[in-house]
């Protein structure tokens, strides 16, 4: 059984810095696509992040696009998101997600295994 593992949320000043990492065991990971996914109080959970199984391709929210960057390392089975110049309304919990395929999905429904999500939480 796929088991994802977040760490590194937390609490940071507008216009800071964070990252989070996803480990992830139970499943060949080198070749499937990962993502990143977020959900703030009474909003719909929202794509982030998505990188293929190479990294060699990756694809951005439009919100974030410039400031936060996917990257992972096969040999750790595990995926980073590095947020740069975090806004208030980055405030979420950020949630990683295993695809059943190779390349970067943009939608929940091409993820087939979740992590537990790490709030974070970005103030004014």
């Known amino acids: 059984q796929v088991q994802l593992v977040e760490s590194g949320g937390g609490l940071v000043q507008a216009g800071g810095s964070l990252r989070v990492s996803c480990a992830v065991s139970g499943r060949i990971f080198s070749n499937r696509a990962m993502g990143w996914f977020r959900q703030a109080p009474g909003k719909e959970r929202e794509f982030v992040a998505a990188i293929s199984w190479s990294g060699r391709s990756t694809s951005y929210a439009d919100s974030v696009k410039g400031r936060f960057t996917i990257s992972r390392d096969n040999a750790k089975s595990t995926v980073y998101l590095q947020m740069n110049g975090l806004k208030p309304e980055d405030t979420a919990v950020y949630y990683c997600?295993?695809?059943?395929?190779?390349?970067?999905?943009?939608?929940?429904?091409?993820?087939?295994?979740w992590g537990q999500g790490t709030q974070v939480t970005v103030s004014s």
């Open positions: 997600a295993i695809s059943r395929e190779m390349y970067a999905q943009v939608w929940a429904s091409g993820y087939d295994g």
